[in-house]
């Protein structure tokens, strides 16, 4: 093995390539319709991270100098302090900003993090995808890939030192491309099943470290002479594919996997051409991007906390707001370069010593505070003033969920008890078998007070079955649920598929414009399914999307109780076109297949096409932006009686259709996969 080269001269276009990889990611969560593929920051950073390393490890090794203690000496003054005033800061916010239960969220999230595994924690815990809208209110997330980083930490300098010494470098380097091309090919091959694994955990992301790592290894140890033309050509392909991906790359796409490919190769090729100190790079090292590139560190740590927690405590930052967190992102980022970045990256003290008091010490003290967020409640220990709890409960009391309700079915998965359970119906009529069935998935558990209302006025009884997130369909429903939903849903729809003789009449309801969105073809099977049921000789009856509220937050009253300054509006929101398309969809399906009815309880909720958000007695009408409290159904249900008594549409609850009409497929069966898509 040859002498290791210099591995210590200064590049200032790599924090160049750090400043644009920062800048990305801030922009991208301020406003990601500015920079659409603004995340891929971090794949950026990531190759960074695994050049570096790599290339002072190899170093290292090659003189018989490598020390692993050293080696995290080093991780721990560049990493731990500041992520340490991080999470201590967003602990003390969320303390004073957020619920019980959000701030008991956030130190176990913490606690996780402070255990170098905060990717685990929201990949097992948070119920949601990074691009989530609920996702951009969790102050803590963005530390998922430190996480990645110091798991990988663990296993490389081992893997590197020990390759390094048993092979020669050819042979590392070709160990190395396989295991780089694997991950990339694991995480294309887990996102669909897994999104979640794919994007936080190192299996899939380790390859982006590595195409870093193959460019250190060879650097540090066999510096190959890069001729100048190769070097331009190289600058200004890696730059392209790093800005084309910053703008083609959305996060709708399948990512990360081979769509990581091109960002990541656009680093790694960019940092080959600095080895050679091509013309093109030269402008990382301007001396505006070299100066946040210092800090970029920092950037990232302070700005998503900051997002985060202004969007939980005031939703969507405008403009101006977006601006100004940016500026005092970078205001704070300074700060913290100088005063605790480069103080504690000086440090010449011994790993004991560095190790205990950069990383030990904080540490536990962290995770006290945390644990005692946690558990305060358990313990008995008064955090929140017991006034406060009793006003968040009473808020929390007026939006309750409608599956909080016993007599409200919603189920993770359907059991035949659920369908033989008495607190499952609803209406009036004495203890007889019910013979209509209002079943769907959560938007239907929120229509069955209203349900309860009209069925009271027909003098009969309604049973009631929703299954959370699964649709209710006579097919398959893979290709329009998620994953880990799916197995529930096959089971849930077997179980109530047995039962369905028993009711001539069928409500049908769900959010049916989500499931469009995720295929083309929902809106068909939905058509097929109506008519499949009219064919087995039910009547059927289809309750339209409700109303789907872009800028509500269900939780703003409880929040306001604890936030200032908030203000929750009371102003009626337009009834969206999605809505209208979907709905308009169903009526036709409807009005085309004889024995199917159509409801739209939208005719009450937003009249002229404004949806009121308070009760007439001033109540929430809304659990969130797309399910109405149960204070609300019932309103809406003694609404329509009042007005019209027993709806058409559910004139069978009291004489039910039980004559089958032969449906060679319906007139809109052909054209329900273009509604989907919006037409």
């Known amino acids: 093995m040859r002498a290791a080269q210099d591995t210590r001269e200064y590049r200032p276009d790599i924090d160049g390539l750090r400043a644009i990889a920062v800048l990305a990611v801030m922009v991208f969560h301020a406003n990601d319709s500015i920079l659409p593929g603004g995340f891929i920051g971090v794949d950026v950073f990531f190759v960074i991270s695994g050049y570096l390393i790599s290339k002072q490890i190899a170093a290292d090794t090659a003189r018989g100098s490598f020390s692993l203690l050293e080696f995290y000496r080093r991780r721990i003054r560049r990493i731990a302090p500041m992520m340490m005033v991080i999470v201590t800061a967003t602990l003390l916010m969320s303390y004073l900003l957020m619920t019980p239960e959000d701030a008991r969220n956030v130190a176990k999230s913490a606690v996780w993090s402070v255990a170098s595994a905060a990717n685990v924690y929201f990949w097992r815990e948070l119920d949601t995808g990074y691009f989530a809208n609920s996702s951009a209110e969790v102050p803590l997330l963005h530390l998922w890939s430190l996480g990645v980083e110091e798991q990988f930490y663990l296993v490389w300098p ?355 414009s989500s499931y469009a969105v995720r295929d083309g073809n929902f809106l068909r099977d939905v058509a097929k399914t109506v008519h499949s049921l009219r064919e087995l000789g039910h009547t059927v009856v289809v309750i339209g999307r409700a109303p789907v509220l872009a800028s509500y937050d269900r939780r703003c009253l409880e929040k306001a109780l604890r936030v200032p300054f908030k203000s929750c509006p009371n102003t009626a929101e337009r009834l969206s076109d999605e809505v209208v398309r979907v709905n308009d969809w169903l009526r036709r399906l409807a009005e085309s297949t004889p024995g199917v009815r159509y409801f739209d309880g939208n005719r009450w909720l937003c009249p002229d096409g404004w949806c009121g958000l308070q009760t007439a007695n001033g109540l929430p009408r809304y659990f969130d932006s797309s399910h109405l409290t149960v204070a609300g159904a019932i309103e809406l249900g003694r609404e329509i009686v009042e007005d019209v008594g027993v709806p058409e549409a559910f004139s069978g609850l009291l004489e039910p259709t039980t004559n089958p009409t032969k449906i060679s497929g319906g007139p809109l069966v052909s054209d329900c996969g273009r509604l989907a898509a919006g037409c």
């Not at 790592?213 to 140890?221: C, D």
């Not at 910053?246 to 090729?269: E, K, M, S, V």
Request: hydrophobic share 50%.
């Open 158 to 512: 081992l893997l590197l030192t020990v390759g390094l010494r048993a092979l020669s470098l050819r042979g590392v380097l070709c160990t190395a491309v396989p295991l780089a091309i694997g991950s990339f090919a694991l995480a294309s091959l887990i996102a669909p099943g897994d999104p979640s694994f794919a994007y936080y955990m190192l299996p899939t992301r380790m390859g982006e470290l590595l195409l870093g790592a193959l460019v250190g290894i060879a650097s540090a140890i066999r510096k190959p002479h890069v001729p100048t033309m190769v070097a331009r050509t190289a600058a200004v392909v890696g730059g392209l594919l790093v800005s084309v991906s910053l703008f083609l790359i959305d996060r709708n796409d399948p990512f990360p996997g081979w769509l990581a490919l091109p960002p990541t190769l656009g680093a790694t090729l960019v940092i080959v051409a600095g080895e050679a100190q091509a013309q093109p790079i030269r402008v990382l090292a301007s001396r505006a991007l070299v100066a946040i590139g210092r800090i970029s560190y920092s950037a990232y740590l302070w700005h998503w906390p900051l997002f985060a927690l202004f969007r939980y405590a005031y939703g969507e930052p405008d403009a101006i707001v977006s601006s100004t967190l940016l500026a005092l992102t970078l205001v704070l980022s300074w700060v913290s370069f100088n005063y605790v970045e480069r103080p504690t990256r000086r440090s010449t003290a011994a790993f004991r010593y560095v190790a205990l008091r950069q990383f030990l010490l904080p540490a536990g003290a962290v995770l006290l505070s945390a644990l005692l967020i946690v558990y305060a409640q358990k313990l008995t220990i008064p955090l929140w003033p017991s006034n406060y709890l009793v006003e968040l409960e009473r808020t929390r009391d007026v939006t309750r969920a409608a599956f909080t309700y016993e007599w409200i079915c919603q189920r993770q998965r359907v059991s035949a008890e659920d369908l033989a359970d008495r607190r499952c119906v609803v209406g009036s009529g004495g203890h007889g078998a019910p013979r209509t069935l209002i079943w769907g998935d959560s938007n239907a558990a929120h229509y069955v007070p209203m349900v309860r209302e009209i069925a009271v006025e027909a003098g009969t009884q309604v049973r009631n079955i929703a299954v959370g997130s699964c649709p209710p369909l006579l097919m398959d429903a893979e290709a329009y649920v998620e994953a880990r939903r799916l197995s529930d849903c096959r089971e849930s729809a077997a179980v109530i598929l047995k039962e369905l003789d028993k009711y001539p009449l069928v409500v049908l309801s769900a959010a049916w």
